[in-house]
């Protein structure tokens, strides 16, 4: 077995450490090629039979060939014998520098060591860089004309601070929409929720002329009592959203039961088991799945009254039971871009749907097969490509809207054989507006918190969240050109013209509840000013009359008409008092007046000189005080 190099014995005395130099006691751990190659040349040592193996982390191909050149294997075994020694009593950094040859030739050591050494290289540059750039920004402003190395570090990472600032704002926001709404909270302490939520303008033009009764929507909603909501779920609306908020997040006084896994809720009346919501996610699809206005006014008072299995009523009772229908429900629904919904629906038929289930029921019958024809054969119309379903002519995706709004009973229901069809079209579409116009309550998908804010305020529930606008939908990522876009128009001219005529009158409406509420809330504040400004004169005067009793013979002394002001100081009192009562009387007769403005056609008038009554003598009490 072959021993390692430092346990071969020594032939010869060593030579003798040069400088008092500590003698070399301990075989160094690793060996380098250099050592290798001078033990190799010692005459008779058993070194020179033991085969270097090549370095730690270096492989045998690049080390295949020796490291010395010719010359030194061709050097005498003095020569050999008298650099072995010496190279053992080097010093360390020389041994180490020695040691880090052996290196030179692993690639990913000398790849590390050049790109550290770039880093720090860089790194030193970019200091002296800021260091010039801060130097010259920075120098009149600083009492010392060289900054420290303490003060460029902080700068440095102040500047570094404030571009990952920079940076993370950018990916938070970007645009200038975040520009604009902080010069929106310098201007405004309260900014309006309800603004630019739709990218819509802020100035919006009426083009329909709608009475106030149109545009207040104030329902007295018991939710005790007989009143029932009716949610009229047109296809690819948002209507699944708007449903779950109707279940899920309004506050009441006992809030709907939602079981998971389930998809309907219960949602009983306060200490009944009746339920106040008629919707998919409360009594299901209780009339058909998607039913429309024709088979919710027809269908829902028998389910209500439990009467499932009952004949419908006879045509020629058809107004009796819409005015039945209008009394105790109230009938909402949501709208959408007659655009966006067909290409939705579209899509939706794409992954297979196809609302078989639906039963347009209209006039006690459902329609017949050459009524309604089908567009497809099979059992689904799923993979169909936008052409197809653009050329099918029944198609009940054309102008869904207006259909599922309109009375169907007007029109022969879906026999085409009744009227023209352009006389049928403006049948439908008047029937359309006037049910919408009428009905409690509608939103619109674009209008998100709109829509919260109008329901809100039409039936005095609030919900517990606020409503999320998602401007991206599938609808939006589908992609199609101009003429494509004009071809869709046309086959929904009718929903493009109700549209357009429903936001006319959401807006207004939005704009006139908007400024309801801040009239209301002026003169909440008027009333809070004059009531206080009476409580300060009365404890005014009261305490300026205490004083004076306190004091009657100096009073006298002091002023010989005391007598006199304290009676026109209480007459004042009096008075104040009593036209303060009167006109907080007066303004609750104001708000009866409102609401039944028939029945006391002369009282404004009054109420308006009693108003300008109290002014005149809050007026004069200052122009006397």
């Not at 090549?54 to 010359?71: I, Y």
């Not at 010259?136 to 990472?157: C, Q, R, T, W, Y």
């Not at 109707?246 to 079981?259: A, D, S, T």
């Amino acid at each position: 077995m072959a021993l390692p190099a430092c346990a071969a014995p020594v032939l010869w005395p060593p030579l003798q450490p040069e400088r008092e130099a500590p003698a070399r006691t301990t075989c160094p751990r690793r060996h380098s090629r250099v050592e290798a190659e001078l033990a190799e040349s010692r005459p008779g040592s058993v070194a020179a039979s033991v085969s270097a193996d090549p370095p730690r982390g270096v492989s045998r191909g690049f080390n295949s060939q020796p490291l010395t050149d010719e010359p030194l294997k061709a050097s005498s075994s003095q020569a050999g014998a008298a650099r072995a020694p010496l190279f053992a009593l080097l010093p360390r950094g020389r041994r180490r520098r020695m040691h880090d040859l052996r290196r030179r030739w692993d690639l990913g050591s000398l790849c590390r060591a050049l790109l550290t050494r770039g880093l720090a290289a860089l790194g030193h540059s970019l200091k002296h860089v800021l260091g010039a750039i801060f130097s010259k920004i920075f120098g009149p402003l600083a009492s010392v004309g060289n900054m420290d190395e303490k003060s460029n570090k902080l700068l440095l990472a102040l500047v570094m601070l404030f571009l990952f600032a920079v940076i993370v704002l950018q990916y938070v926001c970007p645009g200038t929409e975040c520009q604009l709404l902080r010069l929106q909270a310098f201007s405004s302490p309260m900014p309006d929720p309800y603004r630019s939520e739709d990218e819509s303008s802020a100035r919006f033009v009426p083009r329909y002329n709608f009475s106030r009764s149109d545009l207040l929507r104030k329902v007295d909603f018991d939710i005790k009592g007989d009143d029932l909501i009716v949610f009229l779920h047109i296809q690819k609306t948002g209507g699944t959203t708007f449903g779950r908020h109707l279940v899920r997040n309004i506050q009441l006084e006992q809030p709907c039961e939602c079981r998971v896994g389930q998809k309907k809720c219960t949602c009983h009346r306060p200490g009944k088991r009746e339920t106040w919501l008629f919707s998919r996610f409360s009594t299901g699809w209780s009339c058909g799945l998607h039913a429309d206005w024709t088979e919710l006014t027809s269908c829902v008072p028998a389910v209500v009254d439990g009467k499932r299995d009952a004949k419908l009523r006879p045509s020629r009772w058809r107004i009796f039971q819409i005015l039945d229908a209008m009394r105790n429900f109230h009938y909402i629904t949501i709208l959408r871009d007659p655009v966006s919904r067909y290409l939705s629906e579209w899509r939706h038929v794409q992954r297979g749907a196809t609302w078989k289930a639906s039963l347009h029921v209209c006039d006690g019958r459902p329609p017949t097969s050459e009524e309604l024809p089908s567009c497809y054969t099979g059992d689904d119309w799923s993979g169909c490509p936008l052409k197809e379903f653009m050329d099918c002519p029944y198609n009940l995706a054309n102008n869904r809207q207006v259909r599922m709004l309109s009375d169907l009973t007007l029109v022969g229901c879906y026999n085409l054989s009744v009227m023209p069809e352009k006389q049928r079209n403006k049948v439908l579409l008047e029937s359309a507006k006037s049910n919408l116009k009428h009905m409690a309550f509608f939103g619109l998908t674009e209008f998100q918190r709109k829509t919260q804010y109008l329901f809100e305020k039409t039936f005095n529930m609030n919900f517990i969240s606020p409503f999320t606008q998602y401007n991206t939908t599938r609808a939006s990522s589908v992609e199609i050109n101009e003429e494509i876009q004009k071809r869709i128009e046309g086959l929904n001219f009718l929903d493009m013209e109700l549209y357009s005529y429903a936001k006319d009158l959401f807006l207004q409406r939005y704009q006139f509840m908007r400024q309801k509420d801040h009239q209301d809330a002026r003169r909440k504040r008027q009333e809070q000013r004059k009531f206080l400004k009476g409580r300060f004169l009365q404890t005014h005067f009261q305490s300026q009359g205490q004083v004076q009793s306190q004091n009657p013979s100096q009073n006298q002394s002091q002023n010989p008409n005391v007598n006199a002001n304290q009676n026109v100081t209480q007459n004042l009192i009096q008075n104040l008092l009593q036209n303060l009562t009167q006109s907080s009387s007066q303004n609750s007769i104001q708000k009866e007046n409102r609401e039944n403005p028939k029945q006391n056609p002369g009282q404004e008038q009054s109420d308006s000189n009693t108003s300008n009554g109290t002014n005149d003598y809050i007026g004069s009490v200052e122009k006397w005080r």
